[in-house]
C-alpha cells in the first residue's frame, strides 16, 4: 500500500513504506490498483508535496512497527514519532502521510482490536526474526503484537469515502475492493 502521485513533469511515482528502512519511490505503477481520495481537491496538492519532502528527508528510510497513534511528519518532511511509537506499517505510513499534509483520514478510535490482527503481527514479527532484523527492533515488534491493525484494504477503501471515516464504512469498502480486484484475477 502507498501513495501514487505525479511530479512536477506529470510522471507517477509509488511512495511506500515497502519493509523496514525500506522507503521506496518507484517510478513504474503498472500493475497497481488505486483509489482516488475523496478528501477535498484543495489538499491534494499538500500531499504531493508532502510525499516529495518524505522522500527527501528519510533517505535512510522508515522504522517498521506495529503502533500507531500521534505519528506523523513535519513540515519539512521529517518523521516524528508519536510517544512510545517506534515505526510505521505500509498502511500507517499512508496514514502519517495523509495526517501530515491535513487530512485525518480514519476515524481511529473506531478500529477494533482482532485476534486475526495478531497472528498477522506475529508472522511479521517471525519473519523479520529470519531477516536479520536487529534484536531490539524484534523486542520493540514483539511488544506490539495486541496493537490495534489498521489493514491496508481497509485503509484504501477508507480513502474512497470523505475523512474521517468510520471503522463500517472502510470494512464495507474493503470488502467491495477484494471482491473487485477478485474479478480482475479471473
Same mark, same amino acid.
Given at each position: 500500500?502507498?501513495?501514487?502521485?505525479? +511530479?512536477? +513533469?506529470?510522471?507517477?511515482?509509488?511512495?511506500? @513504506?515497502?519493509?523496514?528502512?525500506?522507503?521506496?519511490?518507484?517510478?513504474?505503477? +503498472?500493475?497497481?490498483?488505486? *483509489?482516488?481520495?475523496?478528501?477535498?481537491?484543495?489538499?491534494?496538492?499538500? *500531499? *504531493?508535496?508532502?510525499?516529495?519532502?518524505? &522522500?527527501?528527508?528519510?533517505?535512510?528510510?522508515? #522504522?517498521? +512497527?506495529?503502533?500507531?497513534?500521534?505519528?506523523?511528519?513535519?513540515? /519539512?518532511?521529517?518523521?516524528?514519532?508519536?510517544?512510545?511509537?517506534?515505526?510505521?506499517?505500509?498502511?500507517?505510513? *499512508?496514514?502519517?502521510?495523509?495526517?501530515?499534509?491535513? &487530512?485525518? @483520514? @480514519?476515524?481511529?478510535?473506531?478500529?477494533?482490536?482482532?485476534?486475526?490482527?495478531? &497472528?498477522?503481527?506475529?508472522?511479521?514479527?517471525?519473519?523479520?526474526?529470519?531477516?536479520?532484523?536487529?534484536?531490539?527492533?524484534?523486542?520493540?515488534?514483539?511488544?506490539?503484537?495486541?496493537?490495534?491493525?489498521?489493514? #491496508?484494504?481497509? &485503509?484504501?477503501?477508507?480513502?474512497?469515502? #470523505?475523512?474521517?471515516?468510520?471503522?463500517?464504512?472502510?470494512?464495507?469498502?474493503?470488502?467491495?475492493? /477484494?471482491?473487485?480486484?477478485?474479478?480482475?484475477?479471473?
Amino acid at each position: 500500500m502507498g501513495i501514487i502521485f505525479l +511530479d512536477d +513533469d506529470g510522471h507517477p511515482h509509488l511512495l511506500h @513504506l515497502a519493509s523496514h528502512y525500506s522507503l521506496q519511490c518507484d517510478d513504474q505503477i +503498472d500493475g497497481h490498483a488505486w *483509489v482516488f481520495p475523496a478528501i477535498a481537491p484543495e489538499l491534494l496538492p499538500s *500531499v *504531493v508535496a508532502m510525499c516529495a519532502r518524505v &522522500v527527501k528527508r528519510n533517505t535512510a528510510g522508515i #522504522p517498521y +512497527d506495529f503502533r500507531y497513534d500521534t505519528t506523523r511528519f513535519t513540515t /519539512d518532511g521529517q518523521l516524528t514519532l508519536g510517544t512510545a511509537e517506534r515505526g510505521l506499517t505500509c498502511a500507517t505510513f *499512508v496514514l502519517a502521510m495523509l495526517r501530515s499534509a491535513g &487530512v485525518e @483520514l @480514519l476515524a481511529r478510535t473506531e478500529w477494533p482490536k482482532r485476534a486475526d490482527d495478531q &497472528v498477522r503481527f506475529t508472522r511479521i514479527h517471525r519473519s523479520r526474526t529470519r531477516l536479520g532484523a536487529d534484536d531490539a527492533h524484534l523486542d520493540a515488534i514483539e511488544a506490539e503484537i495486541d496493537s490495534v491493525r489498521f489493514r #491496508p484494504m481497509e &485503509v484504501a477503501g477508507a480513502s474512497s469515502e #470523505p475523512p474521517p471515516c468510520s471503522f463500517a464504512k472502510a470494512s464495507a469498502a474493503a470488502t467491495q475492493m /477484494d471482491a473487485f480486484l477478485s474479478t480482475l484475477a479471473t
